[in-house]
């Protein structure tokens, strides 16, 4: 019986595992086969397409070709001019031969009013010609306009289209195969539009249509589709490719279909029914250049036909694992039950100490289970007698054990007589002092120097312990290297029955670390780490005792505020390494200044603070703030380099500018900006004017807190306008502030206090809710994305999850991070904070495009355009104001242009008010505008309702046109 259960439950367990095994597997294969599969096909789809992009490329090609041929441009001058025969022929050889050349089979000459002017057939075989001009005016024309309008090149492959051909009825294969594919460029005469050139070629030329090129891996196969305004067309080869294709139709209602898939734009892959029925997984790409689908696809069967040879001997293997593991666990069951029955024999002689031990029950197990209880139970009985015993044992060994190692381990011992003469010391007590055992026994306290040499702290010790009490204190004693250590001490005294002392125990713990940790701790509360001067904490400290004794002495005490000029500059050029020693060695230049019952301290960064104690006249403060500029404006010397840097200096005199520690320190500060104001490298004295701007500060900083939710703040957005279109896919959002009180804030005013109180993140936020609402209701009624441009702050760049909260808010709107683009000035770059460049380059790997703001205004922007991923840089307003005026300004906006397109980025003319700064721009290549001229900022609404177009768009497109025709003529 207990055989046959064993049994049951191994082959149960067994045949559990194997299936688990086996559907791990199948799953795995499948899925690696699936991926397999994708990965070819989407390697076949990428093949066509970058044929489609070698055939655009070719095309362009041409057209740079065409312009660059040998004397065309003066034969077509001539030819225009003067229109005879004799020309004509002329210039018919030159474009054969360049016909020729290129592989065209027919080239097209029109004037500006698309009439034909030369037809050139080199080849003689225009196969297909009747169909061309039958479709000549449909499909050119457009293109015709549009190359003599805007200088456009265009390149269509595919004409007459499937769709045409299947409304005509023209579905014969040949002509499907033959299509002729046209290239439309300007007819461009001394940088004048005269015409436009219609150049074809058999589309199966370029080798995109072989009959071969249309399959892979024996079975699949590739479908071209193109779409039409009511279906879907696409080239259906055969599945044997040995005849010609036919155009399949696919209604482009039909909802779910894989050709409405295909033209719905972008990429995948998914599993349908091709038009045999039979079940295949297909890979589409999407070609939005040439409005066609690359639809490659391959049977299921032949996908999984791996799969079903795997079910094959998967189920023959598990068979046999199945009988090897039943006979291999047969006969572990069968020696585990052998050793079984030995154990049980040795446990039944050995119990009880020899007696025979009746054993009621036949099972094996159950016997063994017996005995192991029985012998239990004895041992238990025999244990009970000695436990208490052992016990009291155990606990009185581990308690004189645990004595001695603490002791040992965590005391300084020393045992004396009752004169103080040592005779014992344990061995740490040598280790510290530094003397060895045999030196110290026969010594006296004396011998150990500091305290132990004052002669009333000894006598305190041992008239303390004569009276029988135990004393208590800290001692600072020496090495015998002469370095000072501490000890935390307790003289514990043995008395005679005479009541003297016999001897006594001193237990010493060395307490060295904490008093030194204590002491560094009191010296980094009151003094920076990097030049040794006091900190913030310590002159106010300092200040507060000078303020208390110029009360009582009837005096002054001037308050210097000291902020280094540029000083950013040598740590972002040479490192803040450089920057660390630099501004230790101005510490000690201003050390050098001052007395020395003045004092000198750094309140942090490139801060620093002078206090001069009991001054009478302000022409001794004016003396010490003239040698400070003098002494730091000497060049420093580190390393190789020799650096010079100016410092601005604000004043403040007790107790004309103040009563308090922080008054004076905060109208010292408002001094200093004011010097920043006045032009850097000078001193100033605190005014009321000051005052009364500190005050306006805190005004609008206590205006702030809650405004949002008042409803206070709004955004505003203008239109950037493609300077060659006239039209808008980008609003660069502004924030607006109006007070109840205060009315309308200038955003001048009161972004830079946001910035400084840090409320700009909550302003931030509000802009960027505002401002994605607005590209989603955008995309809603125009099924098109909106742009919103985003002005960033330094403050926000410091905050590591920033960029995490922007994907988090466009995720919940279903944007994506192309309808935002940041614009940064170079303040956020100077910063010095480490976030800036990984938050930049974040942004950029996430796709958010990046603008340069305010480009001009700095000093350092060329260097940001090269070492930042910009895409888009914006010229100031202060240079596009006087563009039409001044030669200087309209040559620094072009040479802007120039340098910006050569580095790959697009350029955004701000304040654009007036039609000719808006011609100069259109006449240099810029590539947006902003200003009035084409709207103010206007709300969310107001955008919408534009749709892209501005009220003035048909005003600048007669002013292109007109542009145009002057330079044409």
């Not at 605190?686 to 809650?706: C, P, Q």
């Not at 330094?794 to 994506?816: A, C, K, M, V, Y």
Request: proline share 3%; aromatic share 10%.
């Amino acid at each position: 019986m207990k055989y046959r259960f064993l049994f049951t439950g191994l082959l149960s367990i067994s045949l559990l595992l194997l299936v688990f095994a086996y559907i791990a597997l199948t799953r795995s294969l499948e899925n690696d086969l699936t991926v397999s599969a994708k990965q070819r096909m989407n390697a076949v789809s990428m093949v066509k397409f970058n044929q489609l992009g070698q055939i655009y490329k070719t095309n362009h090609q041409d057209v740079l070709a065409l312009y660059q041929w040998p004397s065309l441009e003066a034969q077509f001058s001539q030819y225009w001019e003067s229109r005879d025969s004799e020309q004509a022929v002329v210039l018919s050889e030159t474009l054969e031969e360049f016909a020729e050349r290129r592989n065209f089979i027919t080239i097209w000459v029109f004037d500006n009013q698309q009439n034909a002017m030369l037809k050139i057939n080199p080849t003689g075989i225009m196969h297909a010609e009747n169909l061309s001009k039958q479709h000549l005016v449909r499909y050119l024309n457009p293109l015709l306009v549009a190359a003599s309008e805007h200088f456009q090149i265009s390149a269509s492959p595919f004409y007459p289209t499937l769709e045409s051909l299947y409304q005509e009825g023209i579905i014969d294969p040949d002509i499907i195969n033959r299509r002729v594919s046209f290239v439309v460029a300007p007819l461009i005469v001394n940088e004048q539009v005269i015409g436009s050139v219609a150049m074809a070629r058999q589309a199966s030329d370029t080798g995109f249509f072989r009959h071969r090129a249309m399959s892979f891996d024996g079975s699949g196969h590739i479908v071209l589709i193109e779409g039409g305004v009511d279906a879907m067309y696409g080239l259906l080869y055969p599945d044997a490719l040995d005849g010609f294709p036919s155009i399949l139709v696919e209604p482009i209602n039909s909802v779910g279909s894989h050709w409405s898939r295909v033209m719905n734009g972008g990429s995948g892959t998914a599993f349908f029914d091709n038009t045999n029925g039979e079940e295949v997984y297909g890979h589409w790409r999407y070609v939005p250049e040439f409005d066609i689908g690359v639809l490659v696809y391959e049977p299921v069967s032949k996908i999984y036909a791996i799969l079903r040879q795997f079910h094959t001997v998967a189920f023959f293997s598990l068979l046999a694992t199945l009988f090897i593991f039943l006979i291999i666990g047969w006969g572990y069951t069968r020696n585990i039950y052998t050793k079984i029955n030995g154990l049980v024999g040795r446990l039944a002689s050995i119990s009880h100490y020899g007696d025979v031990v009746e054993i009621k029950s036949s099972s094996q197990i159950d016997a063994f289970g017996y005995l192991i209880d029985h012998m239990e139970s004895r041992i238990h009985q025999d244990d009970d007698v000695l436990m208490s015993a052992k016990q009291r044992l155990r606990f009185f060994m581990k308690e004189l054990e645990d004595q001695r190692f603490a002791f040992d381990q965590h005391c300084i011992i020393v045992v004396a007589d009752a004169d103080g003469t040592f005779t014992d010391a344990n061995t740490q007590f040598s280790d510290l002092s530094g003397y060895s055992r045999s030196e110290l026994i026969g010594s006296s306290f004396a011998r150990f120097g500091g305290d132990y040499q004052n002669e009333r702290i000894l006598k305190d010790i041992f008239d303390t312990m004569n009276s029988g009490k135990v004393w208590q204190g800290e001692l600072s004693l020496l090495k015998r290297s002469g370095e000072r250590y501490w000890l935390e001490t307790t003289f514990v005294p043995f008395i005679n029955d005479d009541g003297t002392l016999r001897n006594l125990v001193a237990i010493h713990t060395d307490i060295t670390e904490q008093k030194l940790a204590y002491a560094d701790m009191i010296h980094q509360a009151q003094y920076d780490a990097l030049t040794g001067l006091p900190n913030r904490a310590l002159l106010l400290d300092r200040l507060g005792q000078m303020l208390r004794n110029s009360r009582r002495n009837q005096n002054q005490v001037a308050v210097l505020f000291l902020d280094l000029d540029d000083f950013k500059k040598i740590n972002d050029s040479l490192g803040h390494e450089i920057g660390d020693e630099f501004l230790v060695e101005v510490g000690r230049r201003l050390k050098s200044v001052i007395r020395d019952q003045d004092t000198v301290g750094r309140l942090g960064g490139d801060e620093f603070l002078v206090l001069l104690n009991g001054t009478e006249y302000k022409e001794d403060v004016e003396i010490v703030a003239s040698k400070i500029i003098e002494t730091i404006r000497e060049p420093i010397l580190i390393d190789e380099y020799e650096l010079v840097v100016g410092v601005s200096i604000g004043i403040s005199i007790y107790p004309t500018d103040g009563e308090t520690e922080s008054e004076m320190l905060r109208h010292a500060d408002s001094a200093m900006y004011n010097t920043k104001k006045m032009g850097r490298n000078s001193w100033s004295y605190f005014t009321e004017a000051m005052n009364k701007d500190v005050a306006r500060r805190l005004e609008i900083e206590s205006w702030m807190n809650g405004a949002i939710e008042r409803g206070e703040f709004s955004v505003l957005f203008q239109p950037i306008v493609s300077v060659m279109s006239g039209k808008f896919a980008t609003v660069e959002a502004l924030v607006r502030w109006t007070h109840p009180q205060g009315g309308n804030i200038s955003p001048d005013e009161f972004i830079p206090i946001a910035e400084h109180s840090g409320y700009i993140m909550e302003i931030g936020r509000f802009v960027l809710e505002r401002s994605l609402d607005l590209a989603a209701d955008w995309y809603q009624r125009y099924n098109n994305d909106l742009i919103v441009a985003l002005n960033a702050s330094p403050r926000q760049f410091r905050d590591p999850n920033w960029h995490g909260g922007i994907e988090e808010q466009l995720s919940i709107r279903g944007l994506s991070t192309r309808n935002i683009e940041f614009e940064i000035t170079e303040g956020v770059l100077i910063s010095g904070h480490d976030n800036v460049e990984r938050a930049l380059q974040e942004f950029s790997d996430l796709g958010i495009a990046i603008s340069m703001d305010d480009f001009g205004t700095g000093y350092s922007s060329l260097s940001y355009l090269r070492n930042y991923p910009f895409d888009t840089l914006k010229i100031d307003r202060s240079f596009v104001a006087d563009i039409v005026e001044h030669h200087g300004d309209y040559e620094l906006v072009s040479a802007a242009i120039a340098m910006a397109h050569g580095l790959g980025l697009e350029v955004v003319a701000e304040g654009v008010e007036t039609m000719e700064q808006y011609e100069l721009l259109y006449n240099r290549r810029c590539d947006y505008a902003q200003g009035y001229l084409f709207s103010p900022p206007v709300s969310g609404q107001e955008i919408l309702a534009m749709g892209g177009r501005l009220a003035i768009d048909s005003h600048i497109r007669q002013q292109r046109m007109s542009f145009n025709n002057v330079t044409t003529s």
